[in-house]
């Protein structure tokens, strides 16, 4: 499988062009791959699972995936199946709610701060800091609950939290913080068959949230914050992966494999044993004889 060929029309390394009609939802239901699904997501929790072992071991990189996401998207299953082969001891998924009473006595990005991975480990954001340049752009009024001094709201503050959230990255990336952020893009069609789902299935009703149907009103909306927050903040050293995400199977595949590359490009390495270590092993070898 080459991982690389996948995902090569969904990574947005340059955000200057990016218009996100370049991105269908529905793409991607290739029947040849479809066929294979099981065989191929057991080969890349596997190929992940290895990595993971080897990033822990070495002990220098941390990684950060960031999922954005409309509701019904698929963040939660993503997330489940993707890292279903991964060491939990390596791995640590954090999900930013509305921020609380604390959190808004803060910057807007303390918060995230306090939940990045160390060094050696994946750290999974579902929900981030984007969300101040989406949730709180669609809902101007929650800006005014973050008690920002008066003349610091004005309308350049998207482009200013854009230019603080590349910076923020940008030395996130230079302290050994290799970062991917996740787009799971639905239509709204597909949104609103899941979401009928959740009515029907008595399973699945717990998920269904009437605040979540609200936000459907705000939609196209949501869809100008995304592309706008993208071609602010894709770069190459912190890309966007815009998925399609209607077909579950596809967006899980294309996840599976833009881990894979991002933590093949790191080049890990089980740590290498000086002379003096092997030395060492060699004797507790003769002691356990
Ligand atoms: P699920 O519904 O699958 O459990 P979820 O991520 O939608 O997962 P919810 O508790 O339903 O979780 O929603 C979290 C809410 O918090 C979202 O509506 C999101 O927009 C909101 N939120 C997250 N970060 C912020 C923020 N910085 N400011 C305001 N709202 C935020
Ligand atoms: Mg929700």
Same mark, same amino acid.
């Given at each position: 499988?080459?991982?690389?060929?996948?995902?090569?029309?969904y990574l947005i390394?340059?955000g200057r062009k990016f218009r996100l009609a370049q991105i269908r939802p529905?793409?991607?239901?290739?029947?040849?791959? $479809?066929?294979?699904?099981?065989?191929?997501?057991?080969?890349?929790?596997?190929?992940?699972?290895?990595?993971?072992?080897?990033?822990?071991?070495?002990?220098?990189?941390?990684?950060?995936?960031i999922f954005q996401a409309m509701d019904a998207a698929g963040k939660?299953?993503?997330?489940?199946?993707?890292?279903?082969?991964?060491?939990?001891?390596?791995?640590?998924?954090?999900?930013?709610?509305?921020?609380?009473?604390?959190?808004?006595?803060?910057?807007?990005?303390?918060?995230?701060?306090?939940?990045?991975?160390?060094?050696?480990?994946?750290?999974?954001f579902?929900r981030s800091y984007y969300e101040e340049t989406l949730v709180v752009r669609v809902h101007?009024?929650?800006?005014?609950?973050?008690?920002?001094?008066?003349?610091?709201?004005?309308?350049?503050?998207w482009q200013?939290r854009f230019?603080?959230i590349?910076?923020?990255?940008?030395?996130?990336?230079?302290?050994?913080?290799?970062?991917?952020k996740i787009f799971l893009h639905v239509s709204k069609?597909e949104q609103?068959?899941?979401?009928?789902?959740?009515?029907?299935?008595?399973?699945?009703?717990?998920?269904?949230?009437?605040?979540?149907?609200?936000e459907r009103k705000f939609w196209k909306d949501y869809m100008d914050a995304y592309e706008e927050m993208i071609r602010h903040t894709a770069?190459?050293?912190a890309p966007w992966l815009v998925v399609p995400a209607d077909?579950?199977?596809?967006a899980?595949?294309?996840?599976?494999?833009?881990?894979?590359?991002?933590?093949?490009?790191?080049?890990?390495?089980?740590?290498?044993?000086?002379?003096?270590? $092997?030395?060492?092993?060699? $004797?507790?070898?003769?002691?356990?004889?």
């Amino acid at each position: 499988m080459k991982y690389r060929k996948l995902i090569a029309p969904y990574l947005i390394s340059n955000g200057r062009k990016f218009r996100l009609a370049q991105i269908r939802p529905d793409d991607g239901a290739r029947q040849e791959l $479809k066929k294979r699904i099981d065989e191929l997501m057991a080969g890349s929790v596997a190929r992940l699972s290895e990595l993971q072992e080897k990033l822990y071991a070495q002990n220098t990189w941390g990684m950060l995936i960031i999922f954005q996401a409309m509701d019904a998207a698929g963040k939660d299953s993503t997330i489940k199946h993707v890292l279903s082969g991964v060491n939990p001891q390596g791995c640590e998924v954090f999900s930013f709610k509305q921020p609380s009473a604390e959190e808004l006595n803060h910057d807007f990005l303390w918060r995230a701060a306090q939940r990045l991975p160390e060094r050696g480990r994946i750290g999974i954001f579902n929900r981030s800091y984007y969300e101040e340049t989406l949730v709180v752009r669609v809902h101007r009024e929650l800006l005014d609950k973050q008690k920002l001094p008066d003349g610091l709201t004005g309308p350049g503050i998207w482009q200013e939290r854009f230019e603080d959230i590349r910076s923020f990255e940008r030395y996130l990336t230079r302290n050994g913080i290799s970062l991917l952020k996740i787009f799971l893009h639905v239509s709204k069609d597909e949104q609103q068959r899941r979401f009928l789902k959740r009515l029907d299935k008595p399973e699945k009703n717990w998920k269904f949230s009437t605040a979540d149907l609200e936000e459907r009103k705000f939609w196209k909306d949501y869809m100008d914050a995304y592309e706008e927050m993208i071609r602010h903040t894709a770069t190459p050293h912190a890309p966007w992966l815009v998925v399609p995400a209607d077909h579950k199977w596809f967006a899980q595949l294309v996840v599976a494999a833009a881990i894979i590359e991002k933590l093949d490009s790191l080049k890990l390495s089980f740590p290498r044993m000086t002379a003096e270590q $092997k030395d060492q092993l060699k $004797k507790a070898r003769t002691r356990l004889a």
